[in-house]
């Protein structure tokens, strides 16, 4: 069954930590995104892709990194985490017209 | 630019009784719309989505939308709600041109009372 996947769902690590955030679809979408959502608030997309070797910083500033070297995968990197960076991570892909396929989230929490 | 706006941050109701959730977009094109609902602790999952013809819209698990283009909505509505409905409704709005980011609305929670 065709879907997106993302590990780990939940994550909690010290300040300074390292973490990749992980995100593969199955469905061949050319297009990926992240989006950072805080508890009752809306989603900030911070990252997205259109294809291979493409990545674009999104609409809200995040001190964190990504990578699109296969299609299927679109990992998520924060060199050292910090406590601004507790939220909730979803990942999205899209093919043209058909809105956004959503993994579960990645609820990470930094002490 | 492209914006959406959902008027109401909380809706409680009735079990059984009928619901609507406003979402109001502004755009400069035309658009692609959407509504998306997110269960406690999980992703996004699609409802319904316009991106032209018929302007009445219907969805999974018994929603409709309406797309009014001279008043730029597109509510959702159900007739008849769930206790399994009570959940966090987004509407989206991306352009038909270019890249189609989409633009989310702050939510609106549906909390269904027993």
């Known amino acids: 069954e065709a879907d997106i996947y993302q590990t780990p769902r939940y994550l909690v690590i010290g300040t300074g930590k390292k973490i990749t955030l992980e995100c593969s679809q199955t469905?061949?979408?050319?297009?990926m995104y992240w989006y950072q959502q805080d508890p009752g608030m809306e989603l900030h997309l911070i990252h997205y892709?259109?294809?291979?070797?493409?990545?674009e910083k999104g609409d809200l500033s995040s001190e964190s990194t990504v990578s699109r070297i296969r299609t299927e995968h679109f990992p998520l990197t924060l060199e050292s985490a910090r406590p601004s960076h507790t939220s909730q991570y979803l990942c999205a892909s899209s093919e043209y017209g058909n809105g956004y396929t959503f993994g579960s989230g990645t609820r990470l929490t930094v002490v | 630019a492209q914006s959406v706006t959902q008027l109401d941050s909380q809706v409680p109701v009735f079990e059984e009784a009928p619901v609507e959730l406003r979402c109001n977009y502004s755009s400069s094109v035309s658009v692609y719309l959407f509504w998306y609902v997110q269960y406690p602790n999980q992703g996004l999952q699609l409802l319904l989505k316009?991106?032209?013809?018929?302007?009445l819209v219907k969805g999974i698990n018994g929603f409709e939308a309406e797309f009014n283009k001279s008043q730029t909505s597109f509510h959702l509505r159900k007739p008849s709600v769930h206790i399994s409905d009570t959940a966090e409704y987004f509407c989206a709005v991306s352009d038909p041109e270019g890249y189609q980011k989409v633009t989310f609305g702050t939510g609106t929670k549906l909390q269904v009372i027993p």
């Open positions: 316009y991106l032209s013809g018929s302007t």
């Open positions: 892709s259109y294809g291979v070797n493409s990545t």
């Open positions: 469905m061949g979408h050319d297009k």
